[in-house]
Structures are given as C-alpha cells and as structure tokens.
C-alpha cells in the first residue's frame, strides 16, 4: 500500500526490550504488530494485551504444533495468572501456524510442513478449559475452518514421495498413530505397484 509507514525497533538500541517496545508502539496506534519472539513473560504479555486492545499481533516462538504453542504461552506465566491467561487467549488467539523443515528425500534441500489451527468456538472452548491435549483431534477434523494437522501433511509429503518414512516418524506428534497410517499407506502403495505390473 502507498500510504503504509513501517516503523522498526531494534532492541538494546532504540528500547531495552521486547516487552517496553510494545507498549511504546501501543501509543503510535499501529494497525499490525510484529513480534520477532516472544521469548519471556514480559513480551508474551504486552503481546497479548496489544492483541486485546484490536490490534493484530503476529509473534514467533520455538514449539512444534499448535496445542503445544498454547501450553508454552500459558506456562510462562505463574500458575495464579494461567486461568486467566486461557480465557485471554481464547478470546484474541486468532491462528496457530507451525512449521518444521525437513530434509527432502527426492533431491537436496528441505520441504515445510505445516500445522494450522484456526480459533473456531470449540477451539476457544478447549484453550479456555485447559484441554489443549484435545486440540490435534479438532484439528484433525476442522479442514473445513482451513485447518491442517500436522501428522496427516507430514503423510502427505511422505506419499508425495519427499520425504522419507524415518522423517515422518521423527517429526510426528503421535508416533504410534503415524505408524499404523504409515503401514496401510505402504500396503496401498504396493498395491498400486502390483495393479500396474
């Protein structure tokens, strides 16, 4: 767009940290924040409270999968403030998207894989009541709210032929399930082969 402004702050240079970076731009009524990370308790909360004020907020952080981004949030605040923090980010957690790169076994380089959760009012609901153990099942069937689970693409990739089966195994949030959907994808697999023999 022709008219935005990007305004950027460099920490221990124009502020002293992450957290009182957010709060100054706060005053400078943006319409997108991005976090670079929100690696402690301070910036996680001046994100969250941008957030509840109608801003978007776009963060980083260091987890695989969207229940455990959740359970890395909520756990950076005292056990007191957790309640609390849940029915926060039930309410302003809009997305969850995850990404691993993994070696590709057709040829060199990697290939992303991604988990995506979408907030839908179930979603809300187990945040809210602290089931994020229950996430991956409502992800798993929320494709229709633009949902993918992590699991399920990394099988995909697998099928595509890009990545290899010890990858899918290593990366997979539920490895005895992927074991069982790996077996039967194989099966169809030779199955195709022999029909085309």
């Keep these: 767009h022709k008219n935005a402004i990007i305004t950027q702050r460099e920490i221990h240079i124009d502020v002293p940290s992450f957290g009182e970076s957010l709060r100054r731009a706060l005053r400078q009524d943006p319409d997108v924040i991005l ?3 929100m690696r402690d ?3 996680i909360e001046a994100a969250i409270t941008a957030a509840e004020t109608g801003h978007l907020v776009f963060g ?3 987890t695989t999968g969207a ?3 959740i359970d890395r949030i909520v756990n950076a605040f005292p056990t007191n403030q957790q309640n609390t923090i849940r029915i926060q980010l039930s309410t302003v957690l809009e997305s969850v998207i995850s990404q691993l790169l993994c070696p590709r076994a057709d040829k060199p380089g990697r290939v992303a894989v991604f988990e995506i959760m979408n907030r839908t009012p179930s979603i809300a609901a187990l945040i809210r009541d602290n089931k994020t153990y229950r996430i991956n099942s409502d992800i ?3 494709a229709k709210y633009g949902m993918i689970n992590l699991d399920s693409y990394l099988l995909e990739k697998y099928q595509a032929g890009l990545i290899s089966e010890d990858e899918v195994i290593t990366k997979a949030q539920d490895p005895g399930t992927i074991m069982d959907k790996l077996r039967s994808v194989q ?3 030779q199955a ?3 029909e085309d023999e």
């Design 35 to 37: 976090v670079g990370e």
């Design 41 to 43: 308790l301070e910036t």
């Design 60 to 62: 980083t952080l260091h």
């Design 67 to 69: 229940a455990k981004t």
């Design 140 to 142: 798993q069937t929320g």
């Design 187 to 189: 099966a169809g697999m």
């Design 192 to 194: 195709d082969e022999e």
